[in-house]
């Protein structure tokens, strides 16, 4: 009776009109109550009955309470729904068809109904792709609604973290169709190499070997002949595997399974440089001072047989003293020392005059056939990973003034160092940690390597970690530009272009520059896409890793072992650790810290914390920890300190 009073009803809408509106972000939390985030830092409170008008993510318009000096937000306008296309879990609640959004601040059932997948055929726990259709605050709708639009895999599928991953950012799970009857192209300007014993290395279980190497000794150092699969030999722009590449951007690399950017005949195949087999490809020669200066490099198609296949461990074992694993012949035993020579002179001069990797080391899983983590393997960059990745450097340095010079443009990657908006505070920062350094210098590339070797001679990661924050981001471009991370003035990858087609591009870019054939300035839009897809992929390997990682830990967390953890972030809320043993990303709530909570003081400004008034902990520490609670589903992994602070 009272709800369809006119006179209550104008009363409402009179007290609305007064209220305040803000504009936010929704911010769930597992206990029903949320947060209206706004653009200017503040946090309004959204009690449970009206979280249930919106989802976490969801970008409103709220109105905002007054009581009490306490805030509080009623969600009123929908501005931009938090879900789109999403992935979700089949709950059937009362025999209908509901879908729970895969996300761990999204634990509401969502009313759902078939749309080219029959709800008949699903079973309770599915992992489906679905679309929001209705939302509350939407006007004329009431409630939420989604449309299934495809299924992704069963509940007890031991396959689940990569089907719903590869779903989730919408990326191919099967490799390309293989077209009949390849047709090899440029043939007639290719020059014989094939008695040049150059040779590969890889893991042992490489297939789509795309890099080739051969040294000679000159009386000023060396020359470096790096020979690159060639698959523009075989693949004519526009055609449909070059377009179906073009759509993928990137050969997929997910822990024990790939999705190959060409159809595997080629990577695997024909293209790939298969010891004791002609193939074509596109050749560098670099010539490389005694010091490990580049100089001028020529470039030419060419037919190509490498002599030997290489793998890193018996390599670096053999460089190393280790093993009793000899070459096939003598020719080969001299490339290598040749190779390693190379690397080491080559090595030192970047290390005076550009930049040089920290050795991190890479986590590799171990997956059986039934998608169960047997082991986490970690990878140190031993020297043969060295001598491959500094030749591919110089071969990538050496086309970046190819096609700066013949072309003017090209596929490059470019790195800015700093964020320009952020110099000051970097130059504040460093000046009150000891290290005081001009801040127009750093802008410049000089600057920023003299920088990044300040870094490198700290005893600590710390400044190193606090000014990751500071830093630019890498990007694809057209025209020529220096690489701040890298400490180059110009990078353009060719080397990988079974893998990357922006590499592909650059093969013809660089076929052009050699042949004098026209060719096109890449577009905008072609940049644009590889490098959402770049990051696309990244997401995808790095969000497969979080649930295998989950599956991993969570069988251990009864046994409580202990793991050696570096702080990587560190808030009011808690620490953000990195566990050395096997690479696994983990959270330390800030109350397991301590038992006394009121002595803990975290600074996420400087990335350091206090217990009763004295430092404990700052980014870049190691501490050993204990696993506390792993959440498959949501891909949580929780951690506590061995040794909880007062005790």
Same mark, same amino acid.
């Given at each position: 009776?009272?709800?369809?009073?006119?006179?209550?009803?104008?009363?409402?809408?009179?007290?609305?009109?007064?209220?305040?509106?803000?504009?936010?972000?929704?911010?769930?939390?597992?206990?029903?109550?949320?947060?209206?985030?706004?653009?200017?830092?503040?946090?309004?409170?959204?009690?449970?009955?009206?979280?249930?008008?919106?989802?976490?993510?969801?970008?409103?318009?709220?109105?905002?309470?007054?009581?009490?000096?306490?805030?509080?937000?009623?969600?009123?306008?929908?501005?931009?729904?938090?879900?789109?296309?999403?992935?979700?879990?089949?709950?059937?609640?009362?025999?209908?068809?509901?879908?729970?959004?895969?996300?761990?601040?999204?634990?509401?059932?969502?009313?759902?109904?078939?749309?080219?997948?029959?709800?008949?055929?699903?079973?309770?726990?599915?992992?489906?792709?679905?679309?929001?259709?209705?939302?509350?605050?939407?006007?004329?709708?009431?409630?939420?609604?989604?449309?299934?639009?495809?299924?992704?895999?069963?509940?007890?599928?031991?396959?689940?973290?990569?089907?719903?991953?590869?779903?989730?950012?919408?990326?191919?799970?099967?490799?390309?169709?293989?077209?009949?009857?390849?047709?090899?192209?440029?043939?007639?300007?290719?020059?014989?190499?094939?008695?040049?014993?150059?040779?590969?290395?890889?893991?042992?279980?490489?297939?789509?070997?795309?890099? #080739?190497?051969?040294?000679?000794?000159?009386?000023?150092?060396?020359?470096?002949?790096?020979?690159?699969?060639?698959?523009?030999?075989?693949?004519?722009?526009?055609?449909?595997?070059?377009?179906?590449?073009?759509?993928?951007?990137?050969?997929?690399?997910?822990?024990?399974?790939?999705?190959?950017?060409?159809?595997?005949?080629?990577?695997?195949?024909?293209?790939?440089?298969?010891?004791?087999?002609?193939?074509?490809?596109?050749?560098?020669?670099?010539?490389?001072?005694?010091?490990? &200066?580049?100089?001028?490099?020529?470039?030419?198609?060419?037919?190509?047989?490498?002599?030997?296949?290489? #793998?890193?461990?018996?390599?670096?074992?053999?460089?190393?003293?280790?093993?009793?694993?000899?070459? &096939?012949?003598?020719?080969?035993?001299?490339?290598?020392?040749?190779?390693?020579?190379?690397?080491?002179?080559?090595?030192?001069?970047?290390?005076?005059?550009?930049?040089?990797?920290?050795?991190?080391?890479?986590?590799?899983?171990?997956?059986?056939?039934?998608?169960?983590?047997?082991?986490?393997?970690?990878?140190?960059? @031993?020297?043969?990973?060295?001598?491959?990745?500094?030749?591919?450097?110089? #071969?990538?340095?050496?086309?970046?003034?190819?096609?700066?010079?013949?072309?003017?443009?090209?596929?490059?990657?470019?790195?800015?160092?700093?964020?320009?908006?952020?110099?000051?505070?970097?130059?504040?920062?460093?000046?009150?940690?000891?290290?005081?350094?001009?801040? &127009?210098?750093?802008?410049?590339?000089?600057?920023?390597?003299?920088?990044?070797?300040?870094?490198?001679?700290?005893?600590?990661?710390?400044?190193?970690?606090?000014?990751?924050?500071?830093?630019?981001?890498?990007?694809?471009?057209?025209?020529?530009?220096?690489?701040?991370?890298?400490?180059?003035?110009?990078?353009?990858?060719?080397?990988?272009?079974?893998?990357?087609?922006?590499?592909?591009?650059?093969?013809?870019?660089?076929?052009?520059?050699?042949?004098?054939?026209?060719?096109?300035?890449?577009?905008?839009?072609?940049?644009?896409?590889?490098?959402?897809? @770049?990051?696309?992929?990244?997401?995808?390997?790095?969000?497969?890793?979080?649930?295998?990682?989950?599956?991993?830990?969570?069988?251990?967390?009864?046994?409580?072992?202990?793991?050696?953890?570096?702080?990587?972030?560190?808030? @009011?809320?808690?620490?953000?650790?990195?566990?050395?043993?096997?690479?696994?990303?983990?959270?330390?709530?800030?109350?397991?810290?301590?038992?006394?909570?009121?002595?803990?003081?975290?600074?996420?400004?400087?990335?350091?914390?206090?217990?009763?008034?004295?430092?404990?902990?700052?980014?870049?520490?190691?501490?050993?920890?204990?696993?506390?609670?792993?959440?498959?589903?949501?891909?949580?992994?929780?951690?506590?300190?061995?040794?909880?602070?007062?005790?």
């Amino acid at each position: 009776m009272f709800q369809d009073n006119p006179l209550l009803q104008q009363l409402k809408a009179q007290i609305r009109e007064t209220l305040p509106t803000v504009e936010g972000t929704i911010k769930a939390t597992d206990r029903g109550f949320g947060f209206l985030e706004t653009d200017k830092g503040d946090s309004h409170f959204i009690v449970p009955a009206q979280m249930k008008k919106v989802v976490h993510g969801d970008r409103v318009s709220a109105l905002i309470r007054t009581e009490n000096d306490k805030t509080q937000a009623e969600p009123e306008t929908l501005i931009e729904p938090g879900l789109d296309r999403f992935i979700a879990r089949v709950k059937f609640v009362k025999d209908r068809l509901n879908v729970v959004p895969d996300h761990p601040m999204m634990r509401d059932a969502l009313r759902a109904k078939g749309e080219g997948v029959k709800g008949s055929d699903l079973n309770e726990g599915d992992y489906v792709v679905a679309k929001l259709l209705k939302h509350p605050l939407r006007e004329g709708e009431n409630q939420f609604q989604v449309a299934i639009t495809q299924f992704v895999a069963a509940a007890d599928d031991p396959h689940v973290p990569w089907w719903v991953i590869l779903a989730k950012h919408d990326l191919a799970k099967t490799e390309p169709e293989d077209p009949s009857g390849w047709q090899l192209q440029d043939q007639d300007q290719r020059q014989d190499l094939t008695d040049k014993p150059f040779v590969t290395i890889d893991a042992e279980s490489t297939k789509d070997m795309d890099d #080739a190497l051969y040294v000679e000794t000159l009386e000023s150092g060396w020359r470096l002949w790096v020979a690159i699969a060639d698959p523009t030999a075989y693949v004519a722009e526009g055609d449909e595997v070059d377009q179906e590449a073009y759509k993928r951007g990137f050969t997929q690399y997910l822990p024990g399974f790939n999705v190959p950017m060409l159809p595997r005949q080629l990577a695997d195949e024909l293209c790939s440089l298969h010891q004791g087999e002609q193939r074509p490809a596109v050749v560098a020669a670099i010539e490389v001072s005694a010091e490990g &200066e580049a100089g001028s490099a020529e470039f030419c198609l060419a037919t190509v047989c490498s002599k030997a296949k290489l #793998a890193y461990d018996k390599v670096s074992n053999l460089l190393e003293g280790q093993g009793d694993w000899q070459p &096939e012949s003598q020719q080969i035993a001299e490339q290598i020392q040749q190779l390693h020579q190379l690397a080491q002179a080559r090595i030192q001069w970047r290390q005076t005059h550009a930049l040089v990797f920290p050795d991190r080391p890479d986590y590799r899983f171990e997956v059986d056939d039934a998608g169960n983590v047997l082991e986490i393997h970690v990878d140190h960059r @031993r020297i043969a990973n060295r001598m491959v990745e500094e030749s591919m450097i110089l #071969a990538n340095s050496a086309a970046a003034d190819l096609l700066a010079q013949k072309l003017g443009f090209g596929v490059f990657n470019t790195h800015a160092g700093l964020d320009a908006e952020r110099v000051d505070n970097a130059v504040q920062m460093l000046a009150e940690n000891a290290l005081v350094l001009d801040g &127009e210098n750093l802008k410049t590339l000089e600057g920023y390597c003299e920088l990044r070797r300040h870094l490198d001679a700290q005893e600590t990661p710390y400044l190193d970690i606090r000014l990751r924050r500071m830093q630019a981001f890498s990007e694809m471009a057209t025209t020529p530009g220096p690489h701040f991370g890298m400490g180059l003035t110009g990078y353009a990858t060719w080397t990988s272009p079974i893998r990357k087609y922006g590499d592909m591009v650059n093969h013809r870019l660089i076929k052009g520059a050699i042949t004098g054939k026209d060719v096109s300035r890449p577009t905008a839009e072609t940049i644009e896409h590889l490098s959402a897809m @770049r990051k696309l992929h990244r997401a995808c390997e790095r969000d497969v890793g979080d649930w295998l990682y989950a599956r991993y830990l969570s069988k251990l967390v009864k046994q409580s072992p202990t793991f050696t953890g570096e702080i990587q972030d560190l808030n @009011r809320g808690g620490m953000r650790l990195r566990l050395q043993d096997n690479g696994a990303s983990v959270f330390l709530p800030a109350p397991l810290l301590s038992k006394d909570k009121t002595k803990l003081t975290m600074a996420g400004d400087v990335g350091r914390a206090q217990y009763d008034g004295e430092q404990v902990f700052q980014l870049g520490d190691r501490i050993e920890v204990v696993l506390d609670e792993v959440r498959v589903a949501n891909r949580s992994i929780v951690v506590k300190p061995k040794h909880p602070l007062g005790e």
